[in-house]
């Protein structure tokens, strides 16, 4: 019975040796580029032993190795590491382990890792290595004030109202000529401008006078003035419709929309016309070279209407094809004004101003984070 115990007590630190044979936790092969880092990440019990060894393959080594209990405590550190035999590390207590390689060369560096572990006499030899993502949250308050609006106070004051009184609508003769254009071969030019220049608006606190429109009206010779005339007459019997003139006339009626066709001759001399803005395109037009024109017609009589273009200055070019006979071309040109007149009204009115007071309080902040645990 004695040589029994003997013999046991011979083959207890066989048994020991081998139960602590390094299990493999990984075997491969590790490829890095320039500037490249590569990270395996595994579980390691508490007692246990980890056993790393690396082999350079391709290259004559690695710029760093590094093996970090997480999450920052640095257990190993190799600069410009060839080759790593058996080298072990104590796992004081059950955590996960980062291994990281990092390459700075400029050719590709490959080495085989291998990393296994041996567990203590307590320890699981089935302990799982892997590892599995832990949501963590922190939380804070913070304290914070914000503005309540505990009921309002009513304020009487004085306001000025200003209210419309009365609108009136008149027309303004800016121009009416009779203008004469010589003939293509006569020594004077063939070409004659004339200048209108639009009302200016004007505001204040009780009127407001602005231009609504124009209209315009061109004709050559006497067959425009007798047509013009017949205008007149046949409008005549509208003037009731427009109270607010002071002068009816086509050409008011065409200003202000009431009317948006007017008879004209179909025998006589004829006119090419140009409206232009900018004395730059007048010199041009008078030189016979291009210039810029808003608007051109050619007839024994043209007429028109402008919404758009309501102050300022304009120009009307004038041009005579004829080559041996003069024309005489009547031009008018009539503004539609709107004044409106106003009056200031005190009167007395109420505004509700709110109550605020300032109310303490409390915010619950919660900030998440993730780390790495053991998956056992």
Request: charged content about 25%; overall charge neutral; proline content about 3%.
């Amino acid at each position: 019975m004695k040589q029994n115990y003997f013999l046991l007590l011979l083959l207890i630190p066989f048994l020991n040796f081998a139960n602590n044979t390094p299990i493999l936790v990984t075997e491969s092969s590790v490829s890095l580029n320039m500037d490249e880092t590569k990270e395996f990440f595994f579980s390691f019990d508490k007692g246990d032993e980890i056993v790393f060894n690396l082999e350079m393959i391709k290259g004559r080594n690695i710029k760093a190795v590094e093996i970090i209990e997480l999450p920052n405590k640095q257990v190993f550190s190799a600069f410009k590491a060839e080759n790593i035999s058996n080298k072990t590390i104590n796992v004081r207590e059950k955590g996960v382990y980062a291994f990281r390689f990092y390459s700075s060369s400029l050719t590709t560096r490959v080495c085989n890792v291998r990393i296994s572990r041996k567990y203590g006499e307590s320890g699981n030899p089935n302990f799982d290595t892997g590892w599995e993502w832990k949501t963590l949250k922190d939380t804070t308050y913070s304290n914070y004030t914000i503005d309540s609006i505990t009921g309002y106070n009513k304020i009487k004051y004085k306001d000025t109202l200003r209210t419309l009184v009365k609108t009136d609508t008149i027309d303004e003769t800016l121009f009416s000529k009779s203008q004469r254009v010589h003939s293509y071969y006569n020594e004077n030019p063939s070409s004659a401008y004339l200048k209108v220049d639009l009302p200016q608006n004007t505001f204040s606190d009780l009127k407001e006078d602005k231009v609504l429109a124009w209209a315009y009206w061109i004709g050559v010779g006497q067959e425009s003035q007798e047509a013009y005339k017949e205008n007149i007459h046949s409008i005549s019997g509208m003037a009731e419709g427009l109270s607010g003139l002071y002068d009816v006339s086509p050409l008011s009626k065409l200003a202000i929309g009431t009317i948006t066709d007017l008879m004209i001759p179909k025998t006589g001399e004829d006119v090419s016309y140009y409206f232009m803005q900018g004395f730059e395109n007048v010199q041009k037009f008078m030189a016979g070279t291009q210039f810029y024109q808003f608007d051109n017609g050619k007839g024994i009589a043209a007429y028109g209407r402008n919404n758009r273009l309501t102050q300022g200055t304009f120009y009307i070019g004038l041009s005579n094809d004829n080559d041996w006979h003069g024309i005489n071309v009547d031009v008018k040109v009539i503004a539609i004004r709107q004044i409106d007149h106003y009056r200031k009204d005190i009167v007395d009115k109420i505004r509700e101003e709110p109550i605020i007071v300032q109310v303490n309080k409390t915010r619950m902040n919660i900030q998440e984070s993730k780390i790495r645990v053991p998956a056992q």
